[in-house]
């Protein structure tokens, strides 16, 4: 039969544009807003926990990040070992001035030891000083190391030769200080023979701990009041992130040169490192699951296009009674499935979106959105949509006008 052909002849032919079968399509979702709803809900979820879990663990990274990037993860850390049954190994005096010729090295601190002990304490709580260390410093120490002062003051160049102390968080609660008295004599500690003022208390340093422990004298302090000899027990460098690596392989020789093997050199990033390998894993998993959720998606989105087709043979062969060709029904129920997929990638891309930055924020977390997942997220929903499509529409477009119109 003449009707039965592929088009009608040229002068019946009726050409749909772009923009006409978005609309065409858009009416098709709207007459089943319910169904079209629930079929774009599985699509929601999918894209909405992609969104989830790469935005609220990258969002975690870059806290943790900020956090050890305030605390000095641009810096190293060298110390001498204890060779068994050896006396300690001495860094030489000028061990942090020749760190500091290392070419991306941008600041060096040292600090060192003095073997003093606290004899007594005025003004404090506590005579257990035993877990405490007497550490000669210099005035740059807080800067390099990201410290920061909780009340006082620290170690500066007009005090590093005075005999004056700072105490480090744990260590002022050892003694007994949680703050110095205002508008009262300073209280001392006695460190060797002599006396020496309490100037200040740090805040706490988790990168650090065994600072937080320590009393901090002026280095110069120390050479005069305290017999220190002038040997390094611990030299910190800062350089560029991009070249810690290659500060940390020549670093221990030039700390010691005669046997860098006896030499430790450590980064605190290396505990970002094994966090970043534990977060990777997980979020490995969770974006597979979030795949899987994805595609089920699709299926329900496939499944609702197929059974639309079975409702709609009259409405199909009605339209094409009147002119329409194949390709306008493939294109109108190709259409429907490419929006009402895209449709269910954007809603869930908004809801991950802010789930992400909700969760964020009530952790005090950077907000960081996966705009890469997002992208990616929505690519998948097109392809899908495009795949869902494929047999339903080819389905309704092979229906001829008779075929269509007789179904009851």
Do not use: C
């Amino acid at each position: 039969m003449s009707g039965e052909r592929d088009d009608v002849t040229a002068g019946q032919i009726v050409r749909l544009g772009p923009a006409d079968l978005i609309r065409v399509g858009i009416t098709g979702l709207r007459m089943r807003k319910v169904r079209a709803a629930l079929s774009a809900l599985g699509i929601s979820v999918g894209i909405a926990t992609m969104v989830l879990v790469t935005g609220i663990p990258a969002s975690s990274q870059q806290a943790l990040l900020d956090r050890l990037t305030a605390l000095g993860t641009d810096r190293l850390k060298a110390q001498p070992l204890v060779p068994e049954g050896q006396e300690p190994i001495k860094l030489p005096p000028q061990a942090a001035t020749m760190v500091a010729r290392i070419g991306p090295v941008t600041a060096t601190s040292e600090v060192a030891n003095t073997h003093q002990p606290i004899r007594r304490i005025s003004g404090g709580d506590s005579d257990d000083t035993a877990a405490l260390t007497v550490l000669a410093t210099r005035p740059n120490l807080l800067r390099l190391v990201g410290g920061s002062v909780h009340t006082g003051h620290f170690i500066d160049a007009r005090t590093a030769g005075l005999p004056t102390v700072v105490l480090g968080y744990k260590a002022a609660g050892t003694l007994g200080f949680d703050h110095l008295p205002v508008g009262k004599d300073a209280p001392l500690l006695q460190l060797g023979d002599g006396w020496f003022t309490i100037r200040g208390i740090l805040d706490p340093m988790p990168l650090d701990p065994d600072l937080e422990l320590s009393v901090f004298v002026g280095w110069s302090a120390a050479q005069h009041y305290l017999g220190f000899d002038g040997h390094p027990t611990v030299i910190y460098a800062k350089a560029p992130d991009e070249a810690i690596d290659s500060v940390k392989s020549v670093l221990a020789a030039t700390v010691y040169p005669p046997l860098p093997s006896f030499v430790r050199v450590t980064n605190p990033s290396d505990v970002l490192t094994a966090r970043r390998a534990t977060q990777n894993a997980y979020s490995t998993l969770f974006v597979a699951l979030a795949g899987i959720a994805l595609a089920v998606g699709g299926i329900g989105v496939a499944n609702t296009m197929y059974i639309s087709v079975l409702e709609r043979r009259r409405e199909i062969g009605l339209r094409r009674a009147l002119g329409a060709s194949r390709g306008h029904i493939r294109g109108q129920f190709l259409t429907e499935s490419v929006v009402l997929s895209l449709l269910g990638a954007f809603a869930g891309a908004v809801i991950g979106t802010l789930s992400t930055a909700g969760y964020a924020l009530t952790q005090n977390w950077p907000v960081v959105i996966p705009f890469n997942t997002i992208l990616l997220g929505i690519a998948a929903s097109l392809a899908l949509g495009v795949l869902a499509g494929v047999y339903p529409s080819v389905s309704a477009s092979r229906l001829t006008p008779t075929e269509a119109l007789a179904t009851p």
